[in-house]
């Protein structure tokens, strides 16, 4: 597309939505140009769209000159599913962030797409309701870049990922019509077939605009502890120890010593001498049920031969705990500039040979490898610590994350477990999928995006 072409779609996007509502000064274009693996490329235009309406007049405005869009929550996604590779109009949700509707009664909510999962969290939890998916970004991540990318998060393991809870989703086609799910209330259709294709699709079938989510009663009782263990295969056999005992706890995370000594330099924790690896667990439930539970987590964490545990005693000390677990990722800056974070996801009873098949990695390719992830979900975030200026540690790092998905290939395991595949695995998905399910995907993509403008190079490459 030729600059006049791109000024005239750009102006008639001003005028239609308000010139304060798009950006093109290259400053504050730059601040769109990147997610959190920090790879660039700059935007022709950010459009801040405040209403279905005037989501509908850009995405129109893109479709009739042929401009690329990019939809984009908070930009906090490790696979470069925000970066406008093909420039375009990344068409952010910042100002697209109203909750619309809580009902109690039916158990749901309705909420605009760039709604925080964090502050969607305490509202509902005002009516003694919860909103499950928690990835550690909550505080910033939104709920339609939960959807996009299906986020999980610790509370996985016992109560699933975003696409169980999302029963609508109203979206914005690639052409600027507006695609709604039935009303399950009038129907009695709980399943939104479109709705569900949107769930995991990084942005790049459509741009969603409400999104209708199902709740559940908050527990009444939680249980936590942060158990120490010899080294990280240790830790992750004690995982499955504790999921064969019966126990499904809401979260089981795993850390190990490298990470916890990122947290240990902000965060004061009492960590046994010798200790190499961390589990942060934790049971809930209705009342009594969550401490029944802990007992048998405790029995099994002495069978396995921890080193100690800690429980917390308070609602303070348990924020804690988990402010201290959601601080791990910021942490790891202080270790290298850059990071290759890998957030691969193997069946639990795997987890044991990856822990230590990533250690293995680490050691052969001379790297910091700080572990730590969603254990008892068998997802890892593998962190491979790099400098990306030093051209040999690049090649080594590429080399062992090439070998970490292999390897996790062969334990029968995904690529990605929360991530998503953007940008940074797109070259290894076809060792995932396999030629039908690649060609399948590209079917699908054409069939909601024939001219590739939506969100392009992401995902698969379309030819």
């Known amino acids: ?167 609508g989703v109203e979206f914005i086609a690639w052409d600027g019509s507006v695609v709604e799910p039935a009303d399950p209330m009038a129907t009695g259709r709980v399943w939104d077939p479109l709705g569900t294709l949107m769930t995991g699709s990084e942005g790049t079938l459509g741009f969603m605009t409400q999104i209708r989510l199902r709740l559940l009663e908050r527990p009444r009782s939680l249980r936590t502890v942060l158990a120490f263990f010899a080294d990280p295969v240790g830790a992750a056999t004690a995982v499955s120890m504790i999921l064969a005992s019966g126990v499904v706890p809401a979260a089981v995370e795993l850390i190990d010593a490298v990470a916890m000594g990122c947290i240990t330099q902000f965060v004061e924790v009492d960590i046994p001498e010798g200790a190499g690896c961390t589990l942060l667990i934790e049971t809930d439930g209705r009342s009594g049920e969550a401490g029944e539970n802990m007992s048998v987590v405790e029995g099994v964490l002495k069978e396995a031969r921890a080193m100690g545990y800690r429980t917390a005693e308070s609602d303070r000390e348990r924020d804690d705990l988990w402010k201290m677990r959601r601080s791990i990722s910021p942490s790891l800056a202080r270790l290298a500039p850059n990071k290759m974070n890998e957030d691969v996801c193997v069946p639990r009873s795997s987890l044991p040979a990856l822990v230590e098949a990533v250690g293995k990695l680490a050691r052969k390719y001379s790297l910091l490898v700080p572990t730590f992830g969603h254990a008892g979900d068998g997802n890892l975030h593998v962190n491979v610590m790099l400098d990306r200026r030093n051209r040999d540690e690049v090649r080594r790092a590429e080399a062992m994350v090439t070998e970490l998905f292999e390897v996790t290939m062969k334990l029968e395991g995904t690529i990605s477990g929360e991530h998503g595949i953007g940008i940074t695995k797109i070259e290894y998905l076809p060792d995932q999928l396999g030629p039908d399910g690649i060609r399948v995907q590209g079917d699908i993509k054409r069939a909601f995006d024939p001219q590739s403008l939506i969100n392009p190079g992401k995902v698969i490459n379309r030819s």
């Open 1 to 167: 597309m030729s600059g006049n072409q791109v000024k005239k779609a750009t102006a008639h996007i001003r005028r239609k939505i308000g010139s304060d509502k798009v950006l093109t000064d290259p400053e504050a274009l730059t601040c769109y140009a990147f997610d959190a693996t920090n790879m660039r490329s700059l935007p022709t235009a950010v459009a801040f769209p405040e209403s279905t309406d005037e989501v509908r007049t850009i995405i129109a405005m893109c479709h009739r000159f042929e401009l690329k869009m990019i939809p984009r929550g908070a930009g906090t996604g490790f696979a470069g599913g925000t970066v406008p590779l093909e420039g375009g109009v990344v068409i952010s949700t910042e100002k697209f962030n109203r909750i619309l509707d809580i009902d109690v009664g039916q158990k749901t909510a309705v909420v605009q797409s760039g709604v925080v999962n964090g502050v969607l969290q305490r509202e509902v939890a005002k009516h003694g309701l919860m909103f499950p998916p928690d990835p550690s970004s909550l505080e910033v991540a939104t709920i339609g870049g939960n959807v996009a990318q299906d986020a999980g998060g610790p509370r996985a393991l016992k109560y699933g990922v975003t696409r169980h809870y999302v029963t």
